[in-house]
């Protein structure tokens, strides 16, 4: 795994062959998390054209982990991962420019409720939709409600 610099913000990177691995391994660790879990967790998939009449896309992971972002809402959230992968979108030094074009297809922001012991995922998908889904131990989803959210808030 290497390091990346995404417009001031650190990033790790996943290549293709392991896409989403950070997220799948935060499920599976979910029984080992101590009172508190892990810190939140913002997860971006690129997608990289070479050439303008090329037809070859490479999709590559980068992920940060997050302190101190407002966590009141999925919209507050939505927000931040947007911001992000604005930044990400316009600037990057995985792929260089003017050689390939860069863009943003996915974004998750992932919170660990020490109180149901979930994660919870707030996915975008860029341009368009946005959903929030709790995910147990088991990797099973959930629709999640107001008073689960407010637990979110409390431990993120």
């Not at 998939?45 to 407002?70: A, N, P, W």
């Not at 998750?108 to 131990?137: H, K, L, Q, W």
Request: aromatic share 10%; charged share 25%.
């Amino acid at each position: 795994m290497q390091n990346e610099l995404t417009s001031k913000i650190l990033e790790s990177v996943e290549p293709e062959e392991n896409l989403e691995f950070h997220l799948n391994k935060r499920v599976a660790d979910i029984p080992s998390y101590g009172l508190l879990g892990p810190p939140d967790l913002c997860y971006l998939i690129k997608e990289k054209k070479t050439g303008t009449l090329s037809t070859k896309t490479t999709r590559v992971g980068y992920f940060h982990f997050v302190y101190g972002v407002d966590t009141s809402s999925s919209a507050s959230i939505a927000a931040y991962i947007t911001s992000v992968m604005n930044l990400a979108g316009s600037d990057t030094n995985y792929f260089p420019k003017p050689k390939c074009k860069v863009k943003v297809t996915n974004g998750y922001f992932c919170m660990f409720d020490a109180i149901t012991r979930r994660d919870y995922r707030v996915e975008i998908t860029f341009p368009g939709s946005t959903n929030v889904v709790a995910i147990d131990r088991n990797g099973e989803r959930h629709m999640i409600n107001d008073k689960e959210w407010s637990n979110v808030l409390l431990c993120s």
